[in-house]
Every structure is written in structure tokens, then in C-alpha cells.
């Protein structure tokens, strides 16, 4: 065994991941699989879930797979239900479901808004509840680690109820946090910006700036966009033993968007927090 295997402490352990079937949820899964963690995956993408078993059988791992909606407790509960029967115990949650539209505030509804909030808080909280006292029960403590983004540290115009509940996860993790870390479970967040996953995909600028490695350059202080690694890399390191010490934080797998809130590389121009006046005089003329 090696050194990150020692310290890590994942193998044999179980976790429950809620929309691990595609996207960032597959990459965490088949991470924390490699690492000998039994993975138990909700989400309700049935092709996304069939290619995620086949991938699982191909590679050995031992992986329970449901097909259903995360939203729905009766749902969430019935997987926890299987895990316990399964294997008899839970380590991790990690809590990857979520989703938004893009519209101006003003265009939209209540329905609208409703839809935003149990998407992205509402089951964080039902799984929770169903996960520690799991956890309690285990007497092992434990790791919970939810996927927000950098929209909930930062003004997102046309996604204000999407940021605004990305937040709340972030604020319920840091309480719970501390409320739960008597009995040695520990919840973080991992909030990534950037990562073309095919979800995230569909809100790209128009023009396609992000696809564009000047674009890339510009926005993103590392220089390129997020990879889905570099998000599960981040749930592997805080589900292990190696964060052991660690609880009621974020991680920022963003290439340094969120250290930079604001300032751009302009190419020939350098760092600046505004448009140089070159590129403002170009998108007036082009605009005429």
C-alpha cells in the first residue's frame, strides 16, 4: 500500500452520490471507485446510468446504480435504504445534482424559482438528513461534500435564484459543519467555474468566447478551462482522511476565476478590471 492509500483511507468505505452518473458525477464516481470506495449512484439520466454500469463492470468497481429523481425524498430515501442493506454503512455523500435556466430575474416566476431552489438546495438538505445520522450510527464520522460553483460567491446576472441558492448550500455546509463535527463528520463544498460538461455547455457566451483559447486566456487566470478531474480530484482529496482536519470550507477548482473576481488578461494589454479602451472603441464600431 502506498502512501496516499495509507493516509487516504477510502478503501472499502461507502459513499452515496446524488447525479454521479453523468458530467462531473461520473468523474467522481469512477475517482473515488479507483480508490476502492463502494459508490452507490441516484440520477435520473437512464442512458447516462447504463453507460456508468457498463464502465463500472468493465473496470471492476462495485457500484450500486438507481435510475431516478434525486428531488424526490421517497426516491433519495429508498437509495439510502438500499445502501444500508447493501453494504451496512455510509462514509461519504457527495451531492453533485443541480441545474438553472438562464433569464433576467424580472422574466421570471414563482414556478420558476421553485424549480431553481429544490433542484439545488432543497435535496442537499433531504440527503443530509438522511446521511448523518448514518454516519452517527457508524460511529466512524464521516465526509460531506456538496458540488456548489462560483456563482455562489459572485453577482450572476440572468442566474440570480441559481447563485442565490448555490449560496445557501454554501452557508447550510459551514453551520452543519460545525453542528456535526462533535461526531467526527466533516462538509465542505467544491466549487468549480468553468468545466464543459454537456450540461454546462448549453449556457456558453454566443459568441463562444470560452471555446476560443484567447477567450480562455483572458477570463481564466491559469490559462485554460476546468477539467472534470480537477473537480473529482477535489471531492476524492476532501472524502478521504487527508482532509481529516478540514470541515466547513470550499474548494476552488477554477483555474484562479474566483481569486481574480473581476481582473481579465487582455491580450497586449495585461491585467485590468475593466475593457481596455481599443476593445470598447472595437465592439462600438461593430455595433454600428
Not at 492509500?5 to 477510502?10: D, F, I
Not at 454503512?89 to 421570471?108: H, I, K, M, S
Not at 454566443?206 to 478531474?229: E, F, N, Q, S
Amino acid at each position: 500500500m502506498g502512501w496516499f492509500e495509507e493516509r487516504a483511507g477510502l478503501h472499502d468505505t461507502v459513499a452515496v452520490v446524488t447525479g454521479g452518473a453523468g458530467g462531473l458525477g461520473q468523474a467522481v464516481v469512477t475517482d473515488l471507485a479507483a480508490n476502492g470506495v463502494r459508490v452507490a449512484v441516484l440520477d435520473a439520466d437512464a442512458d447516462a446510468a447504463a453507460a456508468l454500469g457498463r464502465l463500472a463492470a468493465e473496470r471492476g468497481h462495485d457500484v450500486l446504480i438507481e435510475v431516478g429523481d434525486a428531488r424526490n425524498p421517497d426516491v433519495l430515501a429508498a437509495l439510502f435504504d438500499a445502501v444500508d442493506a447493501r453494504w451496512g454503512r455510509l462514509d461519504t455523500l457527495v451531492n453533485v445534482v443541480g441545474g438553472t435556466f438562464r433569464a433576467p430575474f424580472t422574466e421570471t416566476n414563482a414556478k420558476g424559482w421553485d424549480a431553481v431552489i429544490r433542484t439545488n438546495l432543497g435535496h442537499v438538505l433531504h440527503a443530509c438528513s438522511l446521511a448523518v445520522p448514518r454516519m452517527r450510527a457508524g460511529g466512524r464520522g464521516g465526509s460531506i461534500v456538496n458540488i456548489t460553483t462560483i456563482e455562489a460567491h459572485r453577482a450572476a446576472p440572468g442566474f440570480a435564484v441559481y447563485a442565490a441558492a448555490k449560496a445557501a448550500v454554501e452557508q447550510f455546509a459551514r453551520t452543519l459543519a460545525v453542528e456535526v463535527a462533535p461526531d467526527g463528520i466533516r462538509v465542505n463544498n467544491v466549487a468549480p467555474d468553468y468545466v464543459p460538461t454537456p450540461n454546462l455547455t448549453r449556457f456558453s457566451h454566443a459568441d463562444g468566447a470560452l471555446d476560443d483559447p484567447v477567450g480562455v486566456k483572458v477570463a481564466i487566470p491559469m490559462g485554460r478551462v476546468g477539467h472534470v478531474t480537477d473537480v473529482s480530484n477535489s471531492v476524492v482529496f476532501l472524502a478521504s482522511a487527508l482532509s481529516s482536519y478540514i470541515t466547513g470550507s470550499t474548494l476552488h477548482p477554477d483555474g484562479g476565476t474566483s481569486a481574480s473576481a473581476g481582473w481579465f488578461n487582455w491580450p497586449g494589454q495585461g491585467w485590468a478590471n475593466h475593457a481596455p479602451l481599443e476593445v470598447l472603441r472595437g465592439a462600438t464600431e461593430a455595433a454600428r
